[in-house]
Structure formats: structure tokens, C-alpha cells
């Protein structure tokens, strides 16, 4: 028997989430707070619709979560003006569309470095595990952070 979906099963309990975690809901997608802040405003914006790869969704659905996607970058980048942004679509341990989007600064100490390789390193390291948890900011102000900019400026 298949594992339940994990993504799947979040969005069914949006309501209860706390409210740090959900940044926005968007018509075709949600934003959710990760969880490695010293990325400051680092999101997951994951498909309202159970899927595993961006051609099962049609060309409607794709261009709109898509622009969902790129709203939440312009959020991201108008909030914590990062570097450059990282975008990932990958689905290996949960396969259910989901975008991770990381915004990178210049004193990144790995800045060349794919995100990855940090969080890895968290696994088997608890001193790098908290130090990518951390935030120069409380995560329920990032969230509002985020929430207000998406407020102002999606379009009408």
C-alpha cells in the first residue's frame, strides 16, 4: 500500500498549521515557511493538486502555479533583497509538485555552493542543523513580512 502523501495531507490541515507556517494561499498552490531560515524569507510553494511532475498539470494550471511561483519570489526578493534566488523542483523524498525557493545572501559563507550540501551536513550535525534553523528574525515576522507584500502588491 502507498504511503499517504505528506503535502497532501498538510494542505487538508492548513487551518491547524500554525500560523508562522502558511505564507499565502494562491488559487493554484500554498506557501508554506520552511523550516532552514537563515535563508531568510526561504519558502516551499506546493501545488494545491496532487502531482508529480509539472507536465501532469495542464498548460492552465502549469502557467498559473508557475506565476504563483514567481509572485512568491517577488515577495521573497522585495522582503530580504537576497543575492540571487535558488529554485528547486525536485520531489525525490516527497513526490508531490512543490518549489523550494531560497533566497541567497552575500554573506553566505557556501554562496557558491548548491543549499543542499548544507542541509546534508544538517543531518549528521546538530551545531548546523540549529545554525540553519536560525533566523536573524522570528519566523512569525518573516511570515508577516511576506504576507503584507504579497497583500500589496498581487495583482487585482
Not at 112 to 129: F, G, M, Q, R, T
Not at 133 to 143: F, G, N, V
Request: aromatic share 10%; net charge negative; hydrophobic share 45%.
Amino acid at each position: 500500500m502507498d504511503e499517504p502523501c505528506f503535502f497532501c495531507q498538510k494542505l487538508r490541515t492548513l487551518a491547524q498549521l500554525p500560523e508562522d507556517e502558511v505564507v499565502w494561499e494562491f488559487p493554484h498552490s500554498v506557501a508554506l515557511l520552511g523550516p532552514w531560515q537563515y535563508f531568510a524569507g526561504y519558502c516551499i510553494l506546493v501545488s494545491r493538486r496532487h502531482a508529480t511532475e509539472l507536465f501532469q498539470l495542464s498548460a492552465q494550471e502549469r502557467q498559473a502555479y508557475v506565476e504563483e511561483m514567481n509572485l512568491l519570489a517577488r515577495a521573497i526578493a522585495g522582503c530580504f533583497t537576497p543575492r540571487k534566488m535558488n529554485y528547486e523542483l525536485l520531489g525525490n523524498q516527497v513526490a508531490h509538485l512543490h518549489w523550494h525557493l531560497f533566497p541567497r545572501r552575500d554573506d553566505d559563507p557556501d554562496k557558491l555552493k548548491p543549499v543542499w550540501l548544507a542541509l546534508d551536513s544538517a543531518e549528521h550535525d546538530a551545531a548546523e542543523k540549529t545554525r540553519l534553523q536560525t533566523a536573524a528574525l522570528p519566523r512569525a515576522e518573516i511570515a508577516a513580512r511576506l504576507r503584507a507584500f504579497l497583500q500589496n502588491h498581487l495583482p487585482r
